[in-house]
Each structure stands twice: as C-alpha cells, then as structure tokens.
C-alpha cells in the first residue's frame, strides 16, 4: 500500500512532523477534528476506545480523553489546553498524558485544501527535549507488545 | 547508563554521519577515513569509538591494517525505529477518511 502518511523526526531536534494527504474535501477533513463523535470514532481500534470526557473546540478552550482496552479498563488519560482554534485552518494546542514522564508537546495542525476533492494535514509537534521526543517514539512498540497480548486473551477467552 | 552508547545520540553528530556514509560505500582504515576531515586525527577516532560503541561499525583485521565497515543490521534498526508509530498514525488516518467518506455520502 502506498505510504501516505509521512514522519519526519530528524536526528537531534526535538520536533516532528507528520504529514497527510486525504482524499476528502478540506471541509470534511476538518469535521474530522471538530466533531466529538467523529474524534472518538477514528481514534478508537478494535483494540482501544477513545471517550472524550471534554472537548472545546475554541480559543483558549480545553480537552480531555481517556482510552480503554477492550476490557473497558482505562489505558490512560491525556488532556491539553486549546491555544487557538481557527476553523477550516488551523488547531494549535497542548498535549498530556496523565500521570506519565512525558512532559507536554505543543501541537500545530494545519489544513490545506489542494483541489476541491483532496485536502492536506501537516502536524508539527514539539517536545520539552529531543530525549522526550525519542521516547515517545519508541513508545507504540509497547502498544504493539500490548496488543498482541489483548488479542491473546481476545482468543482464549473464546476459546472457554 | 552510557548516553554515547545510544544509536540516535550517535548518528546526531554530522561527522559520524559522514563517516558512515563513506564506510558504506567500501571498508575503510582509520586514516582514509581521517584524510577525509580537516579534524585533528584523534577526533576522528574518538568518533570511530563512539560509533562502535554502538555497533554501527564493525572492525576487520585485514593484514597490519585494521578496516572499518558497516553493520548493516543496526542501521535496519535506524530506519525501522519510526516505522511503528507511523504506521499508528497511518492507521489512524485511514480510519478517518473512511468514516468521512461515508459521512459525505450520508
């Protein structure tokens, strides 16, 4: 399958960009991210459900989330503060997961329209430290390692 | 924990990254490869010891010569290293075109 999605995480910076092109309307794109029911539906996956406990789409405005496994046992929370918010265009906000080293990124969403039917997002996250960074990197091989086991215990309990 | 040890500490370094990219393209001694930088030669060893440190380059006796090259299999890891968290991104992404896909047709 084609590589869509983009991320750029140069050596020694603590920043990164991920980059997408959708083929959707530029208007669709950002319903996407403006919609609680939508946020919570594409961020959920067999394995996590994504439950948004607050959601303001506005300046100075905030959010929290927490993400379940498929026991309902919560994951983890995360929540972060809306900088600004301009429809169409642009999300800046904060991003922090509860209770855990990471420390808070800020996060800069920018929606591009390139025809009528295709549409751009560029996220250009910045961490405390390049160490940060490369630690949150790693961390989806956990998530897989955690998966795995979910879908372990998704087929033995099938199994009795 | 030793930081110099860390593989993306290592190739942060521009001349480190040099040095790979000459080491790959044929096994090199440590002078061909200090002949290539204006750097005082123990510099260029100090680097040379960082980045075996690291498992980046291996030694191999060849004669009086000792030659460097590269360990292709750490450098898999390198590039492997952000694979899975774009693909969670990735997967994400598809998510969302499909749910909008269907919300437009709604």
């Not at chain 1, 920043?15 to 946020?39: G, Q, W």
């Not at chain 1, 459900?49 to 789409?57: A, D, F, G, S, V």
């Not at chain 1, 490369?134 to 998704?154: V, W």
């Amino acid at each position: 399958m084609e590589r869509k999605t983009k991320v750029i995480a140069e050596e020694g910076k603590q920043e990164m960009i991920i980059t997408r092109e959708f083929d959707l309307p530029v208007e669709l794109l950002f319903k996407a991210y403006e919609e609680p029911a939508l946020v919570e539906e594409w961020m959920s996956n067999p394995y996590t459900t994504m439950k948004l406990l607050k959601y303001e789409c506005k300046k100075h405005g905030s959010y929290q989330y927490e993400s379940s496994d498929s026991q309902g046992n919560v994951v983890f929370r995360a929540n972060g503060a809306v900088h600004d918010f301009i429809p169409g265009k642009k999300i800046i906000r904060t991003f922090e997961m509860e209770n855990t080293p990471f420390g808070v990124q800020m996060e800069v969403y920018e929606f591009e329209k390139l025809t009528e039917g295709t549409s751009k997002l560029s996220m250009h996250v910045i961490y405390e430290s390049v160490a940060q960074r490369d630690q949150i990197l790693k961390l989806p091989f956990a998530q897989g390692i955690s998966m795995a086991h979910d879908r372990i215990q998704e087929i033995l309990s099938k199994v009795k | 924990m030793n930081l110099r040890r860390d593989v993306f500490q290592a190739i942060a370094d521009p001349t480190r990254r040099t040095i790979l990219l000459l080491v790959a393209a044929q096994s090199m001694t440590a002078g061909a490869i200090a002949a290539n930088f204006d750097t005082a030669r123990p510099t260029v060893s100090k680097h040379l010891q960082i980045l075996m440190e690291c498992e980046l380059l291996v030694q191999e006796q060849n004669g009086r010569e000792i030659y460097y090259h590269l360990n292709p299999n750490k450098m898999k890891e390198i590039a492997e290293f952000i694979e899975p968290f774009r693909k969670m991104w990735d997967d994400r992404f598809n998510k969302l075109e499909t749910i909008m896909k269907k919300y437009k047709s709604k």
